[in-house]
């Protein structure tokens, strides 16, 4: 039988990772998935953060499907299916790529026969929906089989009806909304179905025909002494406006914290792993880089 490939959407800070975790914690013990994780900076933190054996995920870090590295995402889906013989598989896309162009490139010819569409996920954070303008959010609502409508408890009731109003323009009447939490859903409520989508037919795109990064620029910071963890969260909230998308993980005095921050606010965690070293990745416009550049670096000294 063709293994299913199914694309994680979702804009910046949607809460894809979180699904992935969800989605693989409730999948039979025996279940052989295989998550490919994209992301647009040079280092990879969601790696880290997605809750299986590092061998059941490959890395494919430094930009994006859609528009730079579908020799590597080949490549990715060869290992897949010679090497680790997956039964399903996720690929996680970075915020800024449109999930049709991954799932035109997903059914090459190279495995014909071998894969099929399982269908496009996108989740969207509830909290942003009425204020996000960027047309990528709405290309990835648009050619979602799936919408996953996360962090509904963060949102009043009466918006909550605007928000599915809203939705509900973007999508063709087939298309499924799910309401989260946590980006709390099950394996059963969305890998076990296969989802029609007329994306799912294989396209080659050139690189310089499309760019959906166009626009925005990446910083990586690593850091080997530990970090004032007040001193980071203030020139977050500082500069807030400019920083499109932030995470990593940060060493400091008293051990070591995952900060993840998004438009709609900052997030910091402690956790339980040692970490050696800081490690961040920041997304932002091209003409902020210099100067959130600059001003982080004053910060982390």
Do not use: W
């Not at 499109?244 to 956790?271: A, M, P, Y």
């Amino acid at each position: 039988m063709p293994t299913p490939i199914y694309i994680i959407s979702g804009f910046l800070g949607a809460g894809k990772t979180t699904l992935i975790n969800n989605l693989l914690e409730s999948a039979p013990r025996n279940a052989r998935i295989m998550v490919l994780v994209n992301e647009f900076g040079s280092i990879s933190i969601d790696k880290k953060i997605i809750e299986t054996d590092p061998l059941n995920i490959v890395d494919l870090s430094g930009g994006c499907i859609c528009c730079g590295l579908i020799t590597e995402f080949i490549s990715s889906l060869r290992f897949a299916l010679d090497e680790f013989r997956a039964d399903v598989i996720l690929v996680e896309s970075t915020g800024l790529a449109l999930p049709q162009e991954i799932a035109r490139q997903a059914l090459s010819p190279f495995f014909e026969g071998r894969v099929e569409g399982g269908g496009i996920i996108t989740v969207v954070d509830s909290r942003s929906v009425l204020t996000e303008d960027h047309p990528i959010v709405r290309g990835q609502i648009e050619a979602a089989n799936v919408i996953v409508l996360n962090k509904v408890d963060l949102v009043a009731p009466e918006a909550l009806v605007e928000i599915r109003d809203r939705i509900k323009t973007m999508t063709t009447p087939s298309s499924i909304l799910v309401e989260t939490t946590f980006g709390k859903i099950s394996d059963k409520d969305i890998l076990t179905r296969r989802y029609e989508n007329p994306h799912f037919k294989f396209q080659k795109t050139q690189p310089e025909e499309f760019d959906s990064t166009s626009g925005f620029t990446t910083l990586s910071l690593v850091r080997h002494s530990p970090v004032d963890t007040g001193q980071l969260v203030a020139f977050y909230q500082k500069h807030h406006p400019k920083i499109i998308r932030s995470k990593g993980f940060v060493q400091t005095e008293k051990g070591g914290v995952r900060i993840q921050v998004s438009r709609s606010g900052i997030e910091v965690k402690e956790v339980q792993e040692t970490i050696n070293r800081t490690e961040l990745v920041l997304i932002v416009k091209e003409e902020d880089k210099a100067f959130v550049d600059r001003e982080i670096r004053k910060t982390l000294g």
